[in-house]
């Protein structure tokens, strides 16, 4: 058993909310957050440029390699990095909207999920979406030269 909360912490819009149905909601905002991993694995990919430039679809970005290489430098060094600043700076109020759907009836309960499920996403999405997607592209485009006639 715990105490009660506080009137002013208890969330009186969500207490119509059974439990059944806050399950189904924090499912659907975990899908939700899953699908953000797809923005970030593009991210990583403009890590990998001249590695994607080896790939025949992508062989225009050789033009373009070739003319500005200060820019290239720019694209894989610094844009990255940056884009996935910004990204991590959106999440924390895409998460808490997120939250906010699944109908926690206190507060102390949704200020918690928000940290929780923000931690898992810098674990998840920051760390092996990066990681994996970074070297499984690289190991694609490898491949992928491998298999080209010439």
């Known amino acids: 058993m715990s105490p009660a909360p506080a009137p002013g912490a208890i969330l009186w819009d969500n207490l119509h909310i059974s439990k059944t149905q806050h399950i189904v909601r924090g499912l659907i905002a975990s899908i939700l957050m ?15 440029i001249h590695s994607l430039a080896q790939v025949h679809y992508f062989s225009w970005l050789n033009d373009i390699i070739a003319a500005a290489p200060g820019l290239i430098g720019f694209v894989e060094g610094f ?17 808490r909207k997120c939250v906010e759907l699944c109908g926690w009836h206190d507060k102390e309960k949704k200020e918690r999920t928000v940290l929780q499920a923000h931690w898992a996403y810098q674990v998840f999405n920051l760390l092996l979406v990066s990681v994996i997607g970074g070297t499984s592209h690289s190991h694609t485009t490898h491949t992928h030269n491998a298999h080209q006639p010439g």
């Open 34 to 48: 899953f699908f953000w991993s797809v923005p970030v694995l593009f991210i990583v990919g403009l890590a990998n």
């Open 79 to 95: 844009l990255p990095s940056f884009i996935l600043f910004i990204f991590n700076d959106l999440t924390i109020e895409i998460i």
